[in-house]
């Protein structure tokens, strides 16, 4: 049965696009270079804060240039990080429900770490987390399996015992590399096709659906 649930950040607890797409717009901004529309970031963000600059930066530009950008979006972000950033519509509610049934619960994302720590605070105060990891330099970013390993092994549960909920194709590569079944969320960055041709175990279009999921146990047991 069911034990517990690896969610990812972004996308899939929380909205967060407009304030990374603001922070970049305006790192972009100060060393010249022209910005990006808000829709063009649901498909740059997801693999870590040096892919996302290298992606709204034009092609070829020297390394130095990617350093600085990286340097000014991480300044911006701190600042703007709460602007606009919330918890979608019923994702509180689940993982109340979810701490309440005694399932436990991790955060795995590819946000820097101390970004992942400090918004999981803020916006879930009252959720226990078991584990909480974002991008570090001993944890490989996803799609490796190294963070979703790690938040088990803290969970002290088996694959099969815990599900991956997230927005996005690498969110679905990384449950699958680390042999977890994968639920794709239709609410987040990504078009929920790109869920599905990655191969998404269970797809669902709300929060409630998880719980809706965990309760037929028929579908998710081994």
Known sequence: ???????????????????????????????????????????????????????????????????????DFQQAYDRNYANKCQPYPGITDLLKELNRRGLQLGVCSNKPDTFTQVMVRQYFENIDFVAVTGERKDLPRKPDAAMPRYILEKMGLSETECLFAGDSNVDVMTARNADIRSIGVSWGFRPIQELIDAGATYTVDHPKEILDLIDQKTKIVV
Not at 41 to 66: H, Q, S
């Open 1 to 71: 049965m069911i034990k517990g649930i690896i969610f990812d950040l972004d996308g899939t607890l929380l909205d967060t696009l407009e304030d990374i797409a603001d922070s970049a717009n305006e790192a972009l901004r100060d060393c010249g270079f022209d910005v990006h529309p808000l829709d063009e970031y649901r498909f740059f963000v997801g693999n870590g804060v040096e892919n996302l600059v290298k992606m709204i930066l034009p092609k070829g530009t020297d390394a130095n240039m990617i350093t600085q950008v990286i340097r």
